[in-house]
């Protein structure tokens, strides 16, 4: 973006994180008609454009906006929910937490859920997230997204076992892909999971995001309730889920392996899909998502609520999964911060990533993960003006930076988010 004077722009903070390349001091980027330029110390690139206007953020850190790559915004009010509906303690059991969402999901009318989707957004904006992975189910609120900055994905939401309520529910969601739902928002599709959807509706789902070109986003192998129910149809799945829900397991067979080579090895994953947890996964099903192409958004802090489990992170480094990050919703995480969910992770897997890993699964790994790498997640010539600065209460060395930005958490400050060259955070 050039200024009212039609120059080009320097932006300068102490500290400047490409990502794609190690930290500069007294960094700044050279940005003209909405695009980087260029990327160097400020004094190198004032003294090779003398005419540019100068934006000097002083003692900061500038670097790629997060990227939220699997979140529930519409959820953000849960907890205020859950307290009116009598209801405020979140079970601990992972099938138990499922059945406590639905019951206190169902009293919620279409407006308390666009106010609480409106207020993700603003949410999200306020925590330095650029991008989100939004799964969407109110398909009435879509309008929360018309006015948001925030570019992405956001995935409608399809679950059941009768072909004839899926098929309708894909009839609505064909509507609403006439437009996209925001000004740098696409589409997507979110079949719910592995034991929510029958057989033959997860392939009604799958066949309409391949007709529709739509990335997915499913929750893949969270719990090991998902992997008992899946591999012999035992467990609390049967017994609590499909009783309440009056669905019926024996006339539609459970596969009979893990969910992930239930998915993978019937070509109904792509390569591009978001599979979202990964915990519960062994080395051969690691082995087959990185054939399949898959992203894993990992999603630490929900995972450490629901005592579902740890995803084994080295192992997927190690064999080249894609990693990116995810708040989940305010159902099973406190924040939708990713500052807060990255902290989380750099103290909850010790030694399986490093700090330069954590804050590049938390930006470029989200921007791959919803196919916008070229245009954000890293601060490289040709890639958007679109970046945050944050504030500590200190500013490290610059050999210590990384180390005290992963782990910074609710002491980072964000200042600024520019999305396409734009500030984003005045009046939101």
């Known amino acids: ?34 695009q980087i330029i260029a990327v160097d110390t400020f004094n190198n690139l004032a003294a090779a454009h003398p005419g540019a206007a100068v934006i000097d953020f002083g003692d900061t850190a500038l670097l790629p906006p997060m990227v939220n790559a699997h979140t529930h915004l519409e959820l953000s009010a849960f907890a205020d929910w859950a307290a009116k509906a009598a209801e405020p303690a979140a079970p601990q059991d992972f099938v138990d937490w499922i059945l406590w969402l639905v019951r206190v999901r169902r009293s919620i009318s279409a407006e308390q859920l666009y106010e609480s989707l409106a207020a993700g957004l603003r949410s999200s904006l306020l925590a330095g997230t650029g991008a989100v992975g939004d799964i969407f189910t109110g398909l009435g609120s879509v309008s929360a997204y018309q006015h948001s900055p925030l570019h992405g994905r956001v995935f409608a939401e399809v679950l059941g076992h009768e072909p004839a309520v899926v098929a309708g529910r894909l009839a609505a969601i064909a509507k609403l892909l006439e437009h996209h739902p925001g000004p740098s928002l696409d589409w997507g599709l979110s079949p719910h999971a ?14 309409f995001a391949e007709r529709q070109s739509l990335q997915c986003s499913i929750h893949l192998a969270e719990s090991a309730d998902e992997t008992a129910f899946l591999q012999n149809g035992s467990g609390a799945i049967a017994e609590k889920l499909y009783t309440m829900a009056k669905w019926n397991f024996a006339v539609d067979s459970v596969p009979g392996c893990g969910p992930v080579t239930a998915f993978c090895k019937k070509g109904r994953l792509r390569h591009g899909d978001l599979a979202v947890h990964g915990v519960q996964v062994d080395p051969a099903e690691i082995d087959l998502l990185k054939q399949t192409g898959c992203i894993v958004v990992l999603c630490p802090r929900s995972n450490a609520a629901l005592n579902v489990g740890k995803a084994p992170v080295a192992a997927y480094l190690k064999a080249g999964v894609p990693l990116a990050l995810g708040t989940d919703s305010l159902a099973s995480s406190s924040s939708l911060s990713i500052w807060d969910e990255m902290a989380f992770a750099g103290h909850w897997f010790p030694g399986e990533a490093g700090p330069r890993e954590w804050l590049e699964i938390a930006t470029l790994g989200g921007a791959r993960a919803l196919g916008l790498h070229k245009r954000m997640g890293q601060l490289t010539p040709g890639c958007d003006a679109s970046f945050q600065v944050v504030a500590l209460p200190e500013m490290p060395g610059i050999n210590q930076l990384e180390e005290i930005l992963c782990a910074g958490g609710a002491d980072v400050r964000v200042t600024h988010l520019y999305l396409a060259s734009r500030n984003v955070l005045p009046g939101i």
Request: hydrophobic letters at 45%; a positive charge; charged letters at 15%.
């Open 1 to 34: 973006m050039k200024n009212p004077m039609g120059k080009p722009i320097l932006y300068r903070a102490r500290f400047l994180l490409p990502i794609s390349a190690p930290p500069l001091e007294n960094g700044a980027l050279l940005v003209d008609g909405g």
């Open 194 to 207: 592995p034991y929510t959807l029958s057989s033959a509706a997860t392939d009604q789902v799958f066949a």
